[in-house]
């Protein structure tokens, strides 16, 4: 199972930090992806990380400020989203991967964190 936490209303250009929480045992066997959806749109993957932690990948729209980590101490996956802008306004869902490449093959969502970025 896994939580989010951290969303919320924030202005353009200010930053967050969401949290995904698991509960399973070998969390660190698992790739770990975050996801948005924002009204009338699809799902995307906008963020992935390897187990390990040493590998991630990021959609074009998103790098330079979107970073994501992981403590596997904590069992948690972080986002630390930069600079945002109303078009990151989206529901935030983490889900376990097949790969964290291209964020690949999600099961296992949370239940999403609301992001709303507006002045």
């Known amino acids: 199972q896994l939580v989010e936490s951290g969303g919320g209303l924030v202005q353009p250009g200010g930053s967050l930090r969401l949290s995904c929480v698991a509960s399973?045992?070998?969390?660190?066997?698992?790739?770990i992806g975050w996801f948005r959806q924002s009204p009338g749109k699809e799902r995307e993957g906008v963020s992935c990380i390897s187990g390990s932690g040493d590998s991630t990948y990021y959609i074009g729209s998103v790098k330079g400020r979107f970073t994501i980590s992981r403590d596997n101490a904590k069992k948690t996956v972080y986002l630390q989203i930069d600079n945002l802008k109303p078009e990151d306004t989206a529901v935030y869902y983490c889900?376990?991967?097949?790969?964290?490449?291209?964020?690949?093959?999600?099961?296992?969502w949370g239940q999403g964190t609301l992001v709303t970025v507006s002045s």
């Open positions: 399973v045992f070998t969390f660190d066997r698992y790739d």
């Open positions: 889900a376990q991967l097949w790969s964290y490449r291209y964020c690949s093959g999600p099961s296992n």
